[in-house]
């Protein structure tokens, strides 16, 4: 992780919001990422929909967990609140932020490990709570800190960089939320910027829990036999005199979905293989619970991935309104009211006995 800040010079003539913040006004640190990251393309959506909906920095959470997905807060809205937890307990402390203070926006970045495996039971719990907050998910199917493991969302049949092929059934994370109740369901691709931009957009302004599965290819582990750039070939070719990895340098993937309803995309990824996506048709209705998860179901079983809202429901209200907890944020309340006594706590305890 980095803690550089970006150049501080800027063009004069860079557009302006309602706040008179610039594009740049809503950036982060300098990256660490790799080269053609898909992570970083999510970035710069995240960048442009908080600038583009004009809300201040200084009134956002950005929280994450552990993985190459969860240093990404760091390279976002430099004046936002932060806080990185330990490794699949983001939900937990999102909760907990939550709870204290509702009045300010909240926005979580994981990813398919840091979420579907130890963190499995913090994220249903979330949804469970309807906690608002902007759920994003870096999605790549591999642990990418730890040199490409399959993740707990890697399709049955994917190849690993050594050539294993996963065997073990995927998570399919927007299926999972709609299952569990979420009420803001939705996926994109990190390449396509022109969906993915409103999706966050929808997301941020949504009250309640708001997943966004995001596919986000990983560029590390293409490094194959007979690439100049790969790990293995700067291992044998420089003279080490510190632990460093140097990994290839790739421009990102970029996908237009622009197609007609029901269409399909085809996108190529560093390595070779192929990811589907297709975007829903006019006669989807994202509001159909039932419906939307056996049209989900469907693609899934065909090896194609639906991208776009994917379920909405307005009607539910946020953990706040679930538990009837007062206007004023906690954070604001005077320490007489938090801790009235303990008379007032023993009156509390006869009503249970």
Same mark, same amino acid.
């Given at each position: 992780m980095t803690y550089i800040r970006k150049p501080v010079a800027?063009?004069?003539?860079?557009?302006?919001? *309602?706040?008179?913040?610039?594009?740049?006004?809503?950036? +982060?640190? =300098?990256?660490?990422?790799?080269?053609?990251?898909?992570? &970083? !393309?999510?970035?710069?959506?995240?960048?442009?929909?908080?600038?583009?909906?004009?809300?201040?920095?200084?009134?956002?959470?950005?929280?994450?967990?552990?993985?190459?997905?969860?240093k990404t807060p760091t390279y976002f809205l430099n004046d936002a609140h932060g806080?990185?937890?330990?490794?699949?307990?983001?939900? *937990?402390?999102?909760?907990?932020?939550?709870?204290?203070? +509702?009045? =300010?926006t909240y926005i979580g970045i994981s990813g398919?490990? &840091? !979420?579907?495996?130890?963190g499995l039971g913090?994220?249903?719990?979330?949804?469970?709570?309807?906690?608002?907050?902007t759920y994003v998910l870096e999605n790549n199917g591999v642990y990418g800190l730890t040199k490409?493991?399959?993740?707990?969302?890697?399709?049955v049949g994917t190849k690993a960089k050594r050539g294993q092929v996963n065997l073990a059934r995927p998570i399919?994370?927007?299926?999972?939320?709609?299952?569990?109740?979420?009420?803001?369901?939705a996926r994109s691709f990190s390449g396509d910027k022109d969906q993915l931009v409103p999706i966050l957009e929808a997301a941020l302004r949504h009250k309640g829990f708001a997943l966004v599965d995001v596919i986000s290819p990983c560029v590390t582990f293409n490094d194959h036999k007979g690439s100049t750039k790969s790990y293995m070939y700067t291992r044998e070719h420089y003279h080490e005199v510190t632990e460093a990895s140097l990994v290839p340098g790739c421009d990102?993937?970029?996908?237009?979905?622009?197609?007609?309803p029901g269409d399909r995309t085809v996108v190529t990824l560093h390595d070779g293989s192929q990811v589907r996506l297709h975007t829903v048709d006019g006669a989807y209705d994202p509001s159909d619970r039932p419906s939307a998860f056996a049209h989900l179901a469907h693609?899934?079983?065909?090896?194609?991935?639906?991208t776009g809202i994917l379920y909405l429901e307005e009607s539910e209200g946020d953990m706040h309104t679930m538990s009837g907890s007062v206007d004023t944020p906690m954070v604001e309340l005077p320490y007489e009211a938090l801790c009235p006594g303990s008379a007032a706590l023993d009156k509390l305890m006869d009503e249970f006995r």
């Amino acid at each position: 992780m980095t803690y550089i800040r970006k150049p501080v010079a800027r063009h004069p003539k860079l557009a302006q919001n *309602s706040l008179g913040l610039t594009v740049r006004d809503y950036e +982060g640190k =300098l990256s660490t990422l790799c080269a053609g990251c898909g992570h &970083d !393309s999510v970035t710069a959506a995240i960048v442009r929909a908080f600038w583009q909906l004009e809300i201040e920095p200084y009134k956002v959470v950005k929280l994450s967990g552990i993985g190459c997905s969860s240093k990404t807060p760091t390279y976002f809205l430099n004046d936002a609140h932060g806080f990185n937890s330990v490794h699949g307990r983001m939900p *937990s402390v999102a909760t907990g932020a939550n709870a204290a203070n +509702g009045d =300010l926006t909240y926005i979580g970045i994981s990813g398919d490990g &840091d !979420s579907l495996s130890i963190g499995l039971g913090q994220l249903a719990h979330a949804i469970r709570r309807n906690v608002n907050l902007t759920y994003v998910l870096e999605n790549n199917g591999v642990y990418g800190l730890t040199k490409g493991q399959f993740s707990a969302s890697a399709d049955v049949g994917t190849k690993a960089k050594r050539g294993q092929v996963n065997l073990a059934r995927p998570i399919d994370p927007a299926l999972l939320a709609i299952s569990l109740g979420a009420t803001f369901v939705a996926r994109s691709f990190s390449g396509d910027k022109d969906q993915l931009v409103p999706i966050l957009e929808a997301a941020l302004r949504h009250k309640g829990f708001a997943l966004v599965d995001v596919i986000s290819p990983c560029v590390t582990f293409n490094d194959h036999k007979g690439s100049t750039k790969s790990y293995m070939y700067t291992r044998e070719h420089y003279h080490e005199v510190t632990e460093a990895s140097l990994v290839p340098g790739c421009d990102p993937i970029l996908a237009n979905q622009a197609g007609s309803p029901g269409d399909r995309t085809v996108v190529t990824l560093h390595d070779g293989s192929q990811v589907r996506l297709h975007t829903v048709d006019g006669a989807y209705d994202p509001s159909d619970r039932p419906s939307a998860f056996a049209h989900l179901a469907h693609l899934a079983a065909q090896g194609e991935v639906a991208t776009g809202i994917l379920y909405l429901e307005e009607s539910e209200g946020d953990m706040h309104t679930m538990s009837g907890s007062v206007d004023t944020p906690m954070v604001e309340l005077p320490y007489e009211a938090l801790c009235p006594g303990s008379a007032a706590l023993d009156k509390l305890m006869d009503e249970f006995r």
